[in-house]
């Protein structure tokens, strides 16, 4: 039986998905980035309390999207490397199972 139409990672898939990941962060950076605060006073008048518990809120989850952003940022060349050596370990054992030498 031959499976040679398997499942290949194309050339430069490692390069592409690399790419994909750091637009993704700048784009990510990019939203929160335009998160508009809240004012407490835009809660109402007689809850400013509530407003201000609010605002915090806002900013905390503007805080974690940048923070977030920012760590998908470290990810791209990570990604780029896994997916070159998931490539030759990859050809070596098809090379091996098609009766060639492979790698070790």
């Not at 998160?35 to 509530?50: I, L």
């Not at 896994?82 to 060639?100: C, E, F, I, M």
């Amino acid at each position: 039986m031959d499976d040679s139409a398997g499942c290949r990672l194309p050339a430069g898939a490692g390069d592409r998905l690399a790419h994909q990941v750091a637009g993704h962060a700048e784009r990510g950076a990019a939203a929160w980035a335009g998160v508009p605060g809240f004012a407490p006073g835009a809660a109402g008048a007689g809850f400013g309390a509530r407003g201000a518990r609010i605002a915090a809120a806002v900013e905390r989850l503007r805080d974690r999207g940048r923070v977030n952003a920012c760590r998908l940022a470290e990810y791209p060349e990570g990604v780029r490397r896994q997916l070159d050596q998931l490539a030759v370990v990859d050809a070596g054992a098809a090379s091996r199972l098609a009766g060639g030498a492979g790698e070790p």
